[in-house]
């Protein structure tokens, strides 16, 4: 039997060496991020969920913390009111640093960009809709909108600029419903949650298509990470983006609308090729922003930062400023991509969990089958050797017994 384990451990190692690279796999010591506190304390908010250990462990060991998360020898990372950061590489899929990157927190209209990277590719952009009464119920006159008007007639096109320049409310709702199908608003939401599911984005839950608080509404800084970079991807959400500002025309007598994009890094940190803000009372300043320097893309992602004494944009800052101080080479984590979904099975072999949190089924990919069906050969092969063995001397011994009654004997009793 001892053959047998040494057997299966040394295959069974050999598909997860393979698929999962080389990042660091020991969960470091806690360290506690550098934080400055805000002159106005934040008010009281509920707990957020606790971090499953296997989700937590998604993109790396060194990223299943609560607290800091960054290549050694670094330099100091900026201190920051977020609650939670995570700074990435889109182009080497590689996370640079992070606090709490696994921590669920309120995303505010950073969720836009799901709704964005989840329809974009379904919705004609040339394609006019009508907005009913319904897309405009319950949107507070106060909250962010692009200024549709009931029975207004907008193309796809001009409520994607809407959503991305002006964190229009009235905007994503209308995308939403018109995306959801015959299902509507919710049938977009349910789209939503379906496409952060194939991204393995599986923190990230929506509840409204806008990012207003919703019940169990969540998302964490690494999950961002993965939206913004699928988002990034695609050449009509970055020149949505990166516009600065459109002249929305009126479709049969609707009023044209003038739009200019919210305050974000365009125009104010070298390099920015885009991001979104936001904001509600208990998601507090969430933004996400992707900056290029040097061919190499960096995204920045945090969550529950504070209006003081940076605010969400100089803390983006602070944090690409950083990102952009280490080595190419310097990484903790990875970004995980939806081709690689045997990975969320192998961090639960790790940890003797399911993926999914539950106990009891496995999911085999074929190579680690195969390495099964290997070792499962191997060790029947050594369990039989004693077997064999023991059947080798029984048949020596019959065949001597056997020589031995035919042997012819001398007239002195012994066999010549």
């Known amino acids: 039997m001892a053959i047998f384990r040494?057997?299966?451990?040394?295959?069974?190692?050999?598909?997860?060496?393979?698929?999962?690279?080389?990042?660091?796999?020991?969960?470091?010591?806690?360290?506690?991020?550098p934080a400055v506190k805000p002159p106005v304390p934040p008010p009281a908010a509920p707990s957020p969920p606790a971090v499953d250990r296997v989700q937590g462990a998604v993109g790396g060991e060194a990223l299943a913390t609560a607290g800091l998360a960054v290549p050694a020898g670094a330099p100091t990372a900026p201190a920051v009111t977020a609650t939670s950061w995570l700074v990435a590489d889109l182009d080497r899929g590689v996370v640079l640093g992070g606090c709490g990157p696994h921590e669920y927190r309120a995303p505010a209209s950073v969720q836009k960009l799901l709704l964005a990277e989840t329809l974009m590719p379904h919705l004609d952009p040339a394609q006019v809709v009508e907005v009913s009464r319904d897309d405009l119920r319950d949107l507070d006159p106060a909250s962010s909108l692009m200024g549709l008007v009931e029975g207004g007639r907008y193309s796809i096109e001009s409520l994607w600029l809407g959503l991305l320049l002006?964190?229009?409310?009235?905007?994503?709702?209308?995308?939403?419903?018109?995306?959801?199908?015959?299902?509507?608003?919710?049938?977009?939401?349910?789209?939503?949650?379906?496409?952060?599911?194939?991204?393995?984005?599986?923190?990230?839950?929506?509840?409204?298509?806008?990012?207003?608080?919703?019940?169990?509404q969540y998302t964490s800084a690494y999950d961002l990470a993965l939206i913004a970079r699928a988002a990034f991807a695609r050449e009509d959400f970055r020149r949505y983006i990166a516009t600065r500002t459109a002249q929305i025309p009126g479709e049969s007598g609707t009023p044209s609308l003038a739009l200019t994009h919210d305050?974000?890094?365009?125009?104010?940190?070298?390099?920015?090729?885009?991001?979104?803000?936001?904001?509600?009372?208990?998601?507090?300043?969430?933004?996400?922003?992707?900056?290029?320097?040097?061919?190499?893309?960096?995204?920045v992602t945090l969550l529950g930062a504070e209006t003081a004494p940076l605010g969400s944009l100089g803390e983006a800052a602070a944090l690409l400023n950083w990102g952009y101080s280490l080595a190419p080479d310097a990484y903790v984590g990875r970004l995980v991509t939806p081709e690689e979904k045997r990975d969320d099975h192998a961090v639960a072999a790790a940890h003797g969990e399911r993926s999914d949190g539950a106990?009891?089924?496995?999911?085999?990919?074929?190579?680690?089958?195969?390495?099964?069906?290997?070792?499962?050969?191997?060790?029947?092969?050594?369990?039989?050797?004693?077997?064999?063995?023991?059947?080798?001397?029984?048949?020596?011994?019959?065949?001597?017994r056997a020589e031995a009654a035919v042997a012819p004997v001398d007239r002195r009793g012994g066999e010549v």
Not at 11 to 33: D, G, K
Not at 180 to 204: I, K, P, Y
Not at 269 to 297: C, I, M, N, S
Request: charged share 20%.
């Open 6 to 33: 040494v057997t299966l451990g040394a295959i069974l190692a050999v598909p997860a060496a393979v698929v999962v690279p080389a990042v660091p796999t020991a969960a470091a010591p806690y360290v506690s991020c």
């Open 166 to 216: 002006k964190s229009g409310n009235d905007a994503a709702n209308v995308l939403a419903r018109v995306g959801g199908g015959s299902a509507g608003r919710q049938g977009g939401v349910q789209a939503m949650n379906d496409e952060a599911h194939r991204l393995r984005a599986n923190q990230t839950h929506a509840a409204t298509p806008s990012g207003l608080d919703g019940p169990g």
């Open 263 to 299: 305050l974000t890094l365009l125009d104010h940190y070298p390099g920015t090729l885009g991001g979104k803000t936001g904001f509600t009372d208990l998601a507090r300043q969430t933004y996400v922003g992707v900056a290029e320097r040097d061919g190499r893309r960096l995204a």
């Open 359 to 400: 106990a009891g089924r496995w999911s085999w990919s074929l190579p680690a089958a195969l390495a099964l069906g290997v070792a499962v050969l191997l060790a029947a092969f050594a369990l039989t050797i004693p077997w064999r063995r023991m059947t080798a001397r029984r048949r020596a011994d019959e065949r001597r």
